[in-house]
């Protein structure tokens, strides 16, 4: 099978049957997300403890390049520390909008998103649950929007 299928596979998996969709009981960082363009609602609920996140979650609404995003995004994120978290943005955003990514920041299961750099519209629906726990970390007031 090729790679591009079980890419494929594993994005419509988590699309179908997102990990950690639920909120947090006492979230120590918590923010809305919205792409005006689709219609995508994200909620990304953390909880960091000592700089590290000890807790990951999401609820919403989106197509299945957004759900599938915040449900690896949370996976991955998990047991982090904000610097790793930070690094882990900006090697995603930069693969999803075809850039190159810094060779000491590994993908993992993330890389199965590489294909929406090919297709524009789509970068919004994988950036958002990204932007938004960033938003989340940063302490930002205000919902997040792709636009």
């Known amino acids: 099978m090729a790679l591009e299928n079980l890419y494929q596979q594993l994005i419509m998996d988590h699309g179908r049957r997102p ?8 979230p120590t960082h ?6 005006p ?5 994200v909620t990304v609920y953390l909880k960091v403890e000592n700089g590290r996140v000890t807790d990951a979650a999401f609820q919403g609404v989106g197509c299945a390049i957004s759900t599938a995003s915040a449900s690896l995004m949370t996976e991955t994120i998990k047991g982090k520390t904000e610097a790793e978290v930070e690094q882990l943005f900006e090697a995603f955003h930069a693969m999803v909008t075809g850039k190159p990514v810094h060779p000491g920041v590994t993908l993992g299961k993330l890389s199965a998103l590489a294909g929406v750099a090919a ?15 960033k938003g989340a970390l940063a302490g930002a007031g205000q919902p997040v929007t792709t636009e």
């Open 19 to 26: 990990r950690n969709f639920r909120a947090i009981e006492q």
């Open 30 to 35: 918590q923010l809305e997300g919205y792409n």
């Open 37 to 41: 363009l689709c219609g995508d609602r």
């Open 119 to 133: 297709y524009p519209v789509r970068v919004k629906c994988a950036t958002l649950p990204w932007h938004t726990m």
